[in-house]
């Protein structure tokens, strides 16, 4: 590993070596330049001896990712290139796998058993990486949450997933500390930089320079969960997706098919691993295909970031629509920077205008491909391929292995041409194993043999998918799934208001921000002050991208006879839309 403890800004060309000590034989993979053939004859299992399995037919995703790299030409190879704010930091594949397998035993001696729930709640940090693939290695479930989020968000995720320990550092442990009484399952904070640690707590700094660099992984079978992420619904609290081991072959199939990565290849996804995208292709996908992976621990800012690419000359660039619009805005600043070694874009959480795409060929003269998938499928499923015709602001085809289709309401199959709700064939390797402690909710997701995705969508004759919305009421605001139900329940905890309707305004830089209307309490009125109060509230409770940027205050709220609210009539007001039907109305 290399430091160097100068900022990004002021440092020379940092040197990218990949040393891969023999070539290996190169693995052809399935011609999608021929894609109407492979997407005919391609079968899952046939695509199953790409990743490491053992004679007994199990497997660990981490040792697919890593260790078996690490046993390869490709072992002094770098797989993480890391910048922080003041400095960096590179990690071969050894390394890595070493460091992962002195954790894997850090975690053993603490009495960890397979299945056991392991939480990360840390920055983009160099042990990020290393804790997530050391718990794959024990056979537990790693759970990785994003650094913004506050005690409530923890809370939900920590209490309902019972996790028995979580990784943090010394900035993030005071907001774990405000909820910690109430984790009765969490039996260790492991801190990853104090040597000085409370005595439920463990230092990690200490724990790594004892534990071993050799560990036995685990192996696992196929279906044994790997890892979980929450995720946001129309109602209720964030759900637990599990995911399981089995879900690498198709991270990495589609990591060479969409994201054409290859040996050669420097690969920046930009997604915090707190989001499907940053564990998926942010490091099970491209380890597992043996690519150096960059990461960038630091806030958005285009000078930095067209930085990077320039610094570590970056190949291959995975990020979202919002962070393109973002640098659209930033205007020229491309322009002081040499981008030339990039050679493929991609881009995925939220629709991608046809705008930003004629903006890429502009800025990068590279057409920026879409693609489409969601937390609880693990992994790609439509993309535009870098062998396909683009057509700007349609996602693409659906990738070998996956059926997708447009049905109605009752499960049937529409026409092309035709608006519908987005399903997929479940037969497909990385889609969730289960919604965690909740089947009820998991059964939910399936009508009539398909998976729903949830999103309403066209597909046109020549097999395009167009994205028309979502079919409820889940907000996606820079790429973010956000539960109205989360932000109204943090909402009326506030004692200013007594009830609070949210819905997703449309925004031409985040895709939707969040509105919320709300009902104050006796006593209360409407202010420049109430609404920073009532912002800030929302913020540390929940997480920095989930508070209403807009308010408005109203007297009452649409509702069903039932009581539920009518967010659609919200909707249909704001945007000055026919209400439709309102025979359930109170
Ligand atoms: P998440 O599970 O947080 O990744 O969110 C998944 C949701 O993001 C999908 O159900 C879609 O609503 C949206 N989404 C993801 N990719 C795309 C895309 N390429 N175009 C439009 N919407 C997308």
């Known amino acids: 590993?290399?430091?160097?403890?100068?900022?990004?800004?002021?440092?020379?060309?940092?040197?990218?070596?990949?040393?891969?000590?023999?070539?290996?034989?190169?693995?052809?993979?399935?011609?999608?330049?021929?894609?109407?053939?492979?997407?005919?004859?391609?079968?899952?299992?046939s695509a199953y001896d790409r990743v490491e399995w053992n004679d007994c037919g199990r497997l660990n995703a981490a040792e697919s990712a890593v260790d078996r790299h690490a046993r390869s030409s490709r072992k002094h190879k770098v797989a993480l290139y890391w910048q922080g704010a003041d400095r960096n930091e590179k990690y071969t594949f050894l390394e890595l796998s070493h460091l992962s397998n002195r954790f894997a035993n850090v975690l053993t001696e603490l009495g960890i058993e397979k299945r056991d729930r392991v939480f990360i709640f840390l920055p983009r940090i160099p042990e990020l990486y290393v804790s997530f693939l050391g718990i794959l290695k024990t056979g537990a479930v790693a759970g990785t949450m994003f650094s913004a989020f506050g005690p409530e968000g923890l809370y939900d995720r920590l209490h309902d997933s019972g996790a028995r320990y979580l990784i943090t550092n010394s900035a993030l442990k005071g907001r774990v500390y405000e909820i910690r009484d109430n984790l009765p399952d969490l039996e260790r904070i492991i801190v990853v930089d104090e040597t000085d640690v409370a005595e439920d707590e463990v230092s990690y700094p200490e724990a790594m320079k004892k534990a071993s660099e050799t560990f036995d992984v685990a192996e696992m079978l196929p279906d044994d969960p790997a890892f979980m992420l929450y995720t946001s619904g129309t109602t209720g609290k964030p759900k637990g997706v599990v995911h399981r081991h089995l879900a690498i072959v198709q991270q990495h199939l589609t990591t060479e098919?969409?994201?054409?990565?290859?040996?050669?290849?420097?690969?920046?996804?930009?997604?915090?691993?707190?989001?499907?995208?940053?564990?998926?292709?942010?490091?099970?996908?491209?380890?597992?295909?043996?690519?150096?992976?960059?990461?960038?621990?630091?806030?958005?800012?285009?000078?930095?970031?067209?930085?990077?690419?320039?610094?570590?000359?970056?190949?291959?660039?995975?990020?979202?629509?919002?962070?393109?619009?973002?640098?659209?805005?930033?205007?020229?600043?491309?322009?002081?920077?040499?981008?030339?070694?990039?050679?493929?874009?991609?881009?995925?959480?939220?629709?991608?205008?046809?705008?930003?795409?004629?903006?890429?060929?502009?800025?990068?003269?590279?057409?920026?491909?879409?693609?489409?998938?969601?937390?609880?499928t693990g992994g790609i499923l439509i993309a535009n391929y870098p062998s396909m015709p683009i057509k700007p602001g349609w996602m693409g085809k659906s990738i070998p292995g996956i059926t997708a289709a447009i049905v109605d309401d009752d499960g049937n199959e529409v026409s092309p041409g035709v608006e519908g709700n987005l399903a997929l064939k479940p037969d497909f390797p990385s889609l969730m194993l289960e919604i965690w402690k909740n089947p009820a909710k998991y059964q939910e997701y399936f009508m009539g043999g398909w998976y729903l995705t949830g999103d309403r969508a066209v597909q046109h004759e020549d097999g395009y998918f167009l994205f028309v919305g979502r079919a409820d009421d889940v907000i996606n605001t820079s790429g973010e799934r956000v539960g109205p139900f989360?932000?109204?329940?943090?909402?009326?905890?506030?004692?200013?208001?007594?009830?609070?309707?949210?819905?997703?305004?449309?925004?031409?830089?985040?895709?939707?921000?969040?509105?919320?209307?709300?009902?104050?309490?006796?006593?209360?009125?409407?202010?420049?002050?109430?609404?920073?109060?009532?912002?800030?509230?929302?913020?540390?409770?929940?997480?920095?991208?989930?508070?209403?940027?807009?308010?408005?205050?109203?007297?009452?709220?649409?509702?069903?006879?039932?009581?539920?609210?009518?967010?659609?009539?919200?909707?249909?007001?704001?945007?000055?839309?026919?209400?439709?039907?309102?025979?359930?109305?109170?």
């Open 1 to 45: 590993m290399i430091t160097t403890d100068t900022p990004l800004q002021k440092q020379g060309r940092i040197i990218v070596e990949n040393i891969i000590e023999k070539p290996e034989t190169i693995v052809p993979r399935p011609n999608l330049q021929d894609y109407d053939e492979t997407y005919r004859t391609f079968e899952w299992t």
């Open 257 to 376: 098919w969409v994201l054409d990565l290859h040996d050669d290849d420097i690969y920046w996804c930009t997604a915090d691993p707190g989001w499907v995208t940053g564990v998926s292709y942010g490091i099970l996908g491209p380890f597992s295909c043996g690519a150096s992976v960059v990461v960038h621990d630091g806030r958005f800012d285009p000078d930095v970031w067209y930085s990077i690419i320039e610094q570590y000359r970056v190949t291959v660039w995975y990020s979202a629509p919002t962070a393109f619009r973002m640098l659209m805005r930033a205007g020229d600043v491309y322009k002081n920077h040499d981008l030339r070694s990039l050679r493929h874009i991609c881009s995925v959480g939220e629709p991608l205008n046809a705008e930003i795409v004629h903006w890429g060929m502009r800025a990068f003269k590279l057409p920026i491909h879409d693609n489409f998938w969601q937390t609880e």
């Open 486 to 586: 989360e932000v109204e329940s943090a909402l009326i905890e506030h004692p200013a208001i007594v009830e609070a309707g949210v819905i997703g305004k449309p925004d031409p830089l985040r895709g939707e921000i969040i509105k919320a209307f709300v009902v104050l309490s006796d006593g209360y009125e409407a202010s420049d002050d109430l609404e920073s109060d009532v912002r800030r509230f929302v913020k540390t409770r929940l997480a920095g991208h989930a508070y209403p940027r807009e308010f408005e205050v109203v007297e009452t709220l649409p509702k069903t006879r039932s009581g539920k609210i009518v967010r659609r009539m919200l909707r249909a007001k704001e945007l000055g839309l026919p209400v439709g039907d309102v025979s359930t109305l109170e």
